[in-house]
């Protein structure tokens, strides 16, 4: 099997405040379906469901790797419709913040030591 590229389905509980999250932290909206939205920022990609299952969100996790982290610290600050934002913290490897979605999903935003936009932590 040759992979060329993986897409994760976020759940949404109220798909509308979802939509609005993640424009707010810097992502393009691409319509889909009805209940189906393709989120971008660079070559990143996601699909938004209007799906929601409480047990999945609360397990949910995306790791955003950026390049500046005290940019996206402050982007992420200013949403609306957050649930909750750590500080950032220093780890062995780089930054890390975390950031809490509308349906409960965490998000580890990290800026990672010497190996920018890349998918290892």
């Given at each position: 099997?040759?992979?060329?590229?993986?897409?994760?389905?976020?759940?949404?509980?109220?798909?509308?405040?979802?939509?609005?999250?993640?424009?707010?932290?810097?992502?393009?909206?691409?319509?889909?379906?009805?209940?189906?939205?393709?989120?971008?920022?660079?070559?990143?990609?996601?699909?938004?469901?209007?799906?929601?299952?409480?047990?999945?969100?609360?397990?949910?996790?995306?790791?955003?790797?950026?390049?500046?982290?005290?940019?996206?610290?402050?982007?992420?600050?200013?949403?609306?419709?957050?649930?909750?934002?750590?500080?950032?913290?220093?780890?062995?490897?780089?930054?890390?913040f975390y950031?809490?979605?509308?349906?409960?999903?965490?998000?580890?935003?990290t800026e990672?030591?010497?190996?920018?936009?890349?998918?290892?932590?």
């Amino acid at each position: 099997m040759d992979v060329i590229d993986i897409k994760a389905f976020v759940p949404s509980e109220d798909y509308e405040v979802s939509k609005s999250f993640y424009s707010e932290i810097g992502f393009k909206a691409d319509y889909v379906s009805e209940d189906l939205t393709l989120f971008q920022n660079g070559d990143c990609l996601f699909f938004l469901q209007r799906f929601f299952n409480a047990d999945l969100a609360a397990n949910f996790m995306l790791q955003l790797c950026v390049s500046d982290i005290e940019s996206a610290y402050r982007l992420c600050s200013q949403s609306k419709h957050k649930t909750k934002i750590t500080p950032i913290q220093q780890e062995s490897w780089g930054k890390v913040f975390y950031l809490w979605g509308p349906a409960g999903e965490l998000l580890h935003v990290t800026e990672l030591r010497g190996l920018q936009n890349s998918s290892l932590a």
